[in-house]
């Protein structure tokens, strides 16, 4: 699914970065891309954007996620993401 100048315009709302609301608009882009782009942005998704978007970040983050990752949405996110952030980071170290 693509990330629409919508939004786009949701997330600058809510203070995104800077560079990742320019990276966004240089051309049509998907949650994919996002995470491949930089995990940190999927994590603020996740942290700090309402629903659709966490979930969608949480699925596109989560098979590239790496420990770092999930422990930063363990600290920073809301439930229901630090319980699934948990589940993960106990499945990887298993």
């Known amino acids: 699914m693509t990330i629409t ?3 786009i315009a ?3 709302e809510l203070d995104a970065c800077p560079e990742a609301l320019a990276w966004l608009r ?3 882009r998907t949650m994919e891309q996002l995470v491949e782009q930089d995990h ?3 994590r603020w998704i996740i ?3 309402p629903e659709p978007w966490a979930s969608r970040a949480w699925e596109a983050l ?3 996620a790496e420990n770092f990752d999930l422990r930063e949405i363990i600290y920073d996110a809301p ?3 630090k319980s699934k952030a948990r589940a993960e980071l106990a499945r ?3």
């Open 79 to 81: 439930e229901p993401w």
């Open 47 to 49: 942290c700090y954007a």
């Open 62 to 64: 989560l098979p590239r």
């Open 40 to 42: 940190s942005w999927a």
């Open 5 to 7: 100048e919508s939004d």
């Open 10 to 12: 949701s997330a600058a």
């Open 92 to 94: 990887q170290e298993n």
């Open 26 to 28: 240089e051309k049509p």
